[in-house]
């Protein structure tokens, strides 16, 4: 029994097959909430365990928060076999028939399944994709824009000889700049750098940025598989 999410050397415990047959006789509106759940969760693997990211996503359904609790953990597990034993809705739905389900509680569960199916495929994409990008290359992992005024003054240079009053104390102007703080990621290992862009610099970048975008556009154009391109 549940020889396909519990794997063949596995055994599937009684509580397993006690969450999932609970799973399964959940009504219908209440599997669909659930199914909805699953496609609103991130495209990037989250740390917070994904039955609790679930359980956030449905507290507003009516019913006994003890079952609905038990029933979003099995759907969690359900989620992680998935991945992990790279099944499909097919062999899914032959253990879950194992149990003894009726047809109404397959129909019921089905949204469910689909949502899984769904969303593992655009995770699974995305790890391939960041696989792909990070071979050899660091990718950005996120970045941080601050606009700044520097204070200029007359001079660098500060003479003993003079005291205060000379070129080095005297302010000349205020020049806006921006600082941009990238942190890139490289076989797990983040580096953090800062950059001060000037507003010409800033402009510079700008334009080599669209017209990077621009030919971006073309190539997606020009390649199909490019167009569900991250």
């Excluded at 000889?161 to 703080?181: A, K, N, R, T």
């Amino acid at each position: 029994m549940l020889n396909n999410i519990a794997g063949e050397e596995g055994i599937a415990s009684p509580e397993l097959v006690r969450d999932l047959r609970l799973l399964c006789s959940l009504e219908k509106e209440v599997l669909a909430a659930i199914a909805e759940a699953f496609l609103s969760l991130p495209d990037e693997p989250a740390e917070e365990p994904v039955d609790q990211l679930l359980l956030a996503r449905v507290r507003s359904l009516k019913g006994d928060p003890e079952k609905l609790g038990s029933a979003m953990r099995v759907a969690g597990f359900l989620w992680l076999q998935w991945g992990r034993r790279r099944l499909t809705r097919e062999k899914v739905l032959s253990d879950l028939r194992d149990l003894g389900l009726t047809q109404e509680q397959i129909a019921n569960v089905s949204p469910v399944l689909d949502a899984m199916e769904c969303k593992i495929g655009i995770l699974q994409r995305h790890r391939a994709e960041r696989s792909a990008l990070g071979t050899g290359t660091a990718h950005i992992d996120s970045a941080i824009c601050v606009v700044d005024l520097r204070a200029v003054f007359e001079s660098p240079d500060y003479h003993n000889d003079l005291g205060d009053d000379q070129p080095y104390h005297s302010l000349y102007h205020f020049v806006p700049v921006v600082i941009l703080e990238i942190i890139s990621e490289l076989n797990e290992d983040k580096t953090t750098q800062a950059y001060l862009l000037t507003e010409k610099t800033l402009g510079q970048l700008c334009d080599i940025l669209l017209r990077a975008k621009k030919r971006l556009e073309i190539v997606k154009n020009r390649v199909p598989s490019a167009r569900e391109g991250g």
